[in-house]
């Protein structure tokens, strides 16, 4: 399809463990951005990419969390020793790069941390 | 500090009627303003979105209308379909910062 793509849907995993997830943003789309949701709140604002500018990690919570990005095409976000205040959905959303543009989003990998 | 708010944490409507849905923002910067609607188990799905030269923007059944003195903004639903049932959540952001600022969603329900 033409959306983005996340990967996996749903990833169950044991704490103290690595987890890395993955977006397929829409092609032709030079932004994209990593989002974390926990149950009942708001989203949050993780990683920002655009082209090939450095990338905004403002919203990283610790060093424990890292996102990569080749080009304008696939993101990987990688949570390193896995706590339980992980668990959340994770969401990816992509956008064009010009000004006045709406972010269109995945359906999020469900993280739950044992 | 919340700079996008959504004070309505739920909202129940019968079917056919209209649905307002509200929003309110406290940094004059921002001059963009996206609704974007949430299924269960799905990401938001963009629904319909206004700049700050517009004071209303229409497609469809939906209609976003901007205050920028009040800082506020609506969203309208008319009619009202079962369908339109899911979280509604008003984000914001300014030119100068491509980020967006997420209010806490309102969940629409709409009754038979």
């Known amino acids: 399809g033409a959306g983005v793509s996340q990967s996996p849907s749903n990833k169950v995993t044991e704490k103290g463990k690595d987890v890395e997830l993955r977006c397929d943003p829409i092609s032709g789309h030079t932004a994209l951005y990593w989002y974390r949701q926990r149950l009942g709140q708001g989203l949050e604002f993780l990683i920002y990419f655009q082209g090939n500018s450095a990338p905004d990690k403002s919203g990283l919570p610790s060093d424990r969390f890292s996102a990569e990005r080749t080009g304008e095409s696939v993101s990987t976000l990688t949570i390193q020793r896995t706590q339980q205040e992980d668990s959340a959905v994770y969401l990816c959303?992509?956008?064009?790069?010009?000004?006045?543009?709406?972010?269109?989003f995945g359906d999020g990998t469900r993280l739950s941390i044992l | 500090d919340q700079q996008v708010k959504q004070n309505s944490p739920s909202l129940s409507v019968q079917e056919g009627r209209i649905s307002i849905l509200n929003c309110d923002y406290t940094?004059?910067?921002?001059?963009?303003f996206l609704w974007y609607k949430k299924y269960p188990a799905e990401g938001p799905t963009f629904l319909i979105s206004i700049s700050s030269i517009k004071d209303k923007n229409e497609d469809g059944r939906f209609t976003v209308f901007l205050n920028k003195s009040a800082k506020h903004l609506s969203l309208h639903i008319v009619p009202s379909q079962p369908g339109d049932s899911a979280v509604y959540f008003c984000a914001a952001s300014a030119r100068s910062n491509y980020q967006l600022i997420w209010g806490a969603g309102t969940k629409l329900i709409i009754k038979p």
């Open positions: 940094n004059s910067m921002f001059d963009y």
């Open positions: 959303a992509s956008r064009l790069g010009a000004e006045y543009q709406p972010q269109h």
